[in-house]
């Protein structure tokens, strides 16, 4: 993400996380105000998919073939302990 866009969306949060102090929300947590910004506005995680997915298909394009599954998922069955499959 560009630091111009970053720069707007936090301003643009603080005023969302502002309006809603004013308007009876002082009861919300942070991670309950962050969600329902996300909610409102899932165009920002959009971009973000977006931009990943490029970069995916930009390393495949460029010969990367990605690792296999069977090894991606032992790796996060034994980040997470979770019994093997």
């Not at 105000?33 to 920002?44: D, I, K, S, T, Y």
């Given at each position: 993400m560009k630091p111009a866009a970053t720069n707007d969306?936090?301003?643009?949060?603080?005023?969302?996380?502002?309006e809603k102090l004013k308007n009876g929300g002082a009861g919300l947590s942070p991670e309950e105000?962050?969600?329902?910004?996300?909610?409102?506005?899932?165009?920002?995680e959009f971009e973000d998919d977006t931009q990943a997915i490029q970069a995916a298909l930009d390393?495949?394009?460029?010969?990367?073939?990605?690792?296999?599954?069977?090894?991606?998922?032992?790796?996060i069955r034994a980040k997470y302990g979770l019994p093997p499959q």
């Open positions: 969306e936090l301003r643009a949060f603080h005023r969302f996380v502002g105000a962050l969600e329902e910004w996300r909610e409102q506005h899932p165009e920002v390393d495949m394009a460029n010969g990367d073939v990605g690792r296999p599954y069977e090894e991606v998922m032992a790796e």
